[in-house]
């Protein structure tokens, strides 16, 4: 038989078991808060007694009659391609000159005192300040939208990069570098694998930056995409399409947050 000593840690084990453990439970909990507002917007804006009125709040019914009228138009499907393709092109453009810069001041003192400083003189001026020049360099184009979307996520990731470096342990470097390993060989291969949480934490980060970038770009000069439908709903007093383009904006925000999310864990597995 067995001994009680034997069998109490696995015991302790069980006992230690909390229901926010449980995959299912937390699926119901995190969908707990957006039903009860889906409710409450039901609610608020019944077609027969509505508390809030139309013209100020759309209902679910609008919204989706909204949507589906620009499907049928054929407008709804290349105005969420083209500010994919903004988010994506520009999030790696930002993403990969982050890590690479990040590289540079995290790792060598010369190079931080010589862009440290002006790189945080680019980091506080506001996203919106960037537009006119932006327009006036590229004019309209899809190259001012990518670059002005690049800017806002190169930061995060610079960031996060270049402050994580600076701790990589000493002696993990001196190990590489006993295999022969030196400078862009050694950051691919021993550095830049060390502080993978701080690059994807970056990184994700930069994806929301690129996200709210985007809808700056598009307001202000754009004939496409989900930033320029909000505009155009302004302009039209279409509210429902308005809620259209915030909705779509979050969703398409939190569905490449979880791809991430998921490229995360693999490049975990694969070097962490």
Do not use: C
């Amino acid at each position: 038989m067995a001994s009680p000593l034997v069998r109490a840690p696995e015991t302790r084990a069980v006992a230690g078991a909390r229901p926010l453990d449980s995959p299912g439970v937390r699926a119901v909990l995190g969908a707990a808060i957006p039903v009860t507002l889906l409710a409450i917007w039901f609610l608020v804006t019944l077609p027969a007694n509505p508390i809030v009125p139309p013209y100020q709040f759309p209902s679910p019914e609008a919204v989706v009659r909204a949507g589906v009228d620009l499907a049928e138009r054929g407008e709804l499907g290349p105005y969420i391609a083209i500010s994919l393709q903004r988010v994506f092109v520009g999030f790696a453009a930002g993403g990969l000159l982050g890590i690479a810069v990040g590289g540079l001041v995290g790792l060598s003192r010369f190079w931080d005192t010589a862009l440290g400083p002006i790189l945080g003189i680019i980091r506080a001026v506001p996203s919106l300040a960037w537009v006119p020049l932006l327009i006036v360099w590229f004019q309209t184009g899809e190259q001012s939208k990518i670059v002005l979307i690049a800017i806002g996520a190169f930061f995060p990731v610079f960031t996060t990069v270049s402050l994580a470096l600076r701790h990589v342990d000493p002696q993990l470097v001196e190990l590489g570098r006993s295999f022969g390993l030196r400078h862009v060989r050694l950051f691919f291969t021993v550095q830049l694998p060390s502080v993978l949480p701080a690059v994807f934490a970056g990184l994700r980060l930069a994806l929301v930056q690129a996200w709210l970038f985007l809808v700056a770009a598009e307001l202000l000069g754009a004939s496409m995409g989900l930033g320029f439908l909000l505009s155009r709903g302004s302009s039209n007093g279409r509210v429902d399409q308005i809620v259209l383009a915030i909705i779509l904006l979050a969703v398409l925000g939190k569905l490449t947050d979880v791809v991430l999310a998921q490229v995360q864990r693999w490049a975990t597995r694969r070097w962490g």
